[in-house]
Every structure is written in structure tokens, then in C-alpha cells.
């Protein structure tokens, strides 16, 4: 079982439609979780933490529930340059991150 | 500030040959990674250093893997052979806390 699952799509969504993904982790001592974005033929950059209340960015909202090990991003009114790879990332010790295999989303207009 | 740099950004080489991989850090980083992307395995990571000092190698696929970092701004990734399978984009990525930041990438392909 891999460590941290994630549905790699992809995901087809028109744009201004609203979007979530889910990712699971197995560790349940895990200690932070990111979300990642990365373009095509592009580096991973980090779009956003996750913590415990959850947390908000424009239109990007992320969620964690410790109790059942996952973590989950909605973007809301979709934009065409959302399009990209999205990667579920875990700490679970020193600054040893764990990655997610990503979520493929094509915002179609 | 420059970011994580990264060179060369494309090498195409036969098998059998080395290859050195270089990056450079971001300035006042004390962590420094090293990973393969592909698209059947994803990122993964190779090799990971805190203040200069290798502190897990579990993920370097063989012997024929090395990584050093002899100071604070730079590290080198070398394969030795290189093999038609070590064909992947490799990232350095650099952190002062949780949050890394990548290279742009050296594309690998060994014919």
C-alpha cells in the first residue's frame, strides 16, 4: 500500500465549475501536509498548507481529517490556468516529505 | 534571489557513460534533495542533506548512484554507468524549514 494515494485522474472540468480531490495518507503519525502544483514539464511548487481548521486561499480551500488519515482541496470557480498536476504531500519526520503520485485536472473552456 | 539552479537542464548521453548532475542551493538553506520523476514511478526521492552532511540515501536506486555536497552551495548527483532505465528528470530541491523549493530539472535521457 502505497503511502500517500491519490486518484490521478484526470479530472475534465469545464471552467467556472468547482473542483475537489481527495488524498489519503497511511501514517497516522504524520505531522504536516501540503498541497503541491506542477505544471507541465515544470518543477512542483508549493501551493498550499494544510492545517488542522483548515484553511483558505482565494479560491483554493484545504482540509485535513486526522481522524480518517485524508486530505482534501476544492478550488472553486476553475480557471483555465489551474490546469496542472496536484500533489498530495506528507511530513512525517525531520523535513522528510512523502509525495503523492498527483491528481491530473484539465480545465476545459 | 535566483532560486534553486539547476545545470545542465537537458543531457542526452549513451549508456555506459557518467553523468554529473549539479545544483545550487538556495542561499541560506540548510536542507538539499535530490529526486526522480517518472512518469510510472512519480517524484521520488534519492537522497536527502542537512548542513552538508548526507543524512538518508535509502532511496538511491544503486551503487552506481553517488551524491556529494561539498559545501553549503553546491551539490553533484552522478550516475556511473548511466543505464537506458536512469532516463527521468531529476530535481534538487532546497528548504530552511517544511517548505521546499525545486530546481527547474535536468531532463535525462540515456540511449
Known amino acids: 500500500r502505497k503511502e500517500v494515494e491519490q486518484d490521478p485522474g484526470p479530472f475534465n472540468v469545464p471552467e467556472g465549475a468547482t473542483v475537489a480531490f481527495n488524498c489519503t495518507y497511511s501514517?497516522?503519525?504524520?505531522?504536516?501536509f501540503f498541497w503541491y502544483r506542477q505544471d507541465c514539464r515544470k518543477e512542483p511548487k508549493l501551493l498550499m498548507s494544510?492545517?488542522?481548521?483548515?484553511n483558505e486561499d482565494g479560491r483554493f480551500t484545504a482540509q485535513l481529517n486526522r481522524a480518517s488519515q485524508y486530505i482534501s482541496l476544492l478550488i472553486r470557480d476553475s480557471k483555465l490556468s489551474d490546469s496542472a498536476t496536484y500533489l498530495c504531500?506528507?511530513?512525517?519526520?525531520?523535513?522528510?516529505?512523502?509525495w503523492g503520485a498527483g491528481t491530473k485536472l484539465i480545465i476545459k473552456p | 534571489d535566483a532560486g534553486v539552479i539547476q545545470s545542465p537542464r537537458h543531457e542526452v548521453t549513451e549508456m555506459g557513460q557518467e553523468v554529473t548532475l549539479r545544483c545550487k542551493p538556495i542561499?541560506?538553506?540548510?536542507?538539499l534533495f535530490w529526486y526522480r520523476q517518472t512518469m510510472m514511478r512519480g517524484l521520488e526521492l534519492l537522497i536527502y542533506?542537512?548542513?552538508?552532511?548526507?543524512?538518508?540515501d535509502s532511496g538511491m536506486p544503486e551503487d552506481r548512484f553517488s551524491a556529494k555536497m561539498p559545501n553549503a552551495s553546491f551539490s553533484t548527483l552522478k550516475i556511473q554507468p548511466s543505464e537506458p532505465r536512469d532516463s527521468a528528470v531529476y530535481f534538487c530541491?532546497?528548504?530552511?524549514?517544511?517548505?521546499?523549493?525545486f530546481g527547474p530539472g535536468t531532463r535525462l535521457l540515456v540511449l
Open positions: 542533506f542537512n548542513n552538508n552532511v548526507p543524512i538518508d
Open positions: 542561499s541560506g538553506h540548510d536542507y
Open positions: 530541491a532546497s528548504s530552511y524549514q517544511e517548505t521546499q523549493y
Open positions: 494544510v492545517y488542522s481548521s483548515g
Open positions: 501514517n497516522s503519525a504524520s505531522q504536516s
Open positions: 504531500v506528507v511530513r512525517e519526520g525531520n523535513y522528510q516529505l512523502i
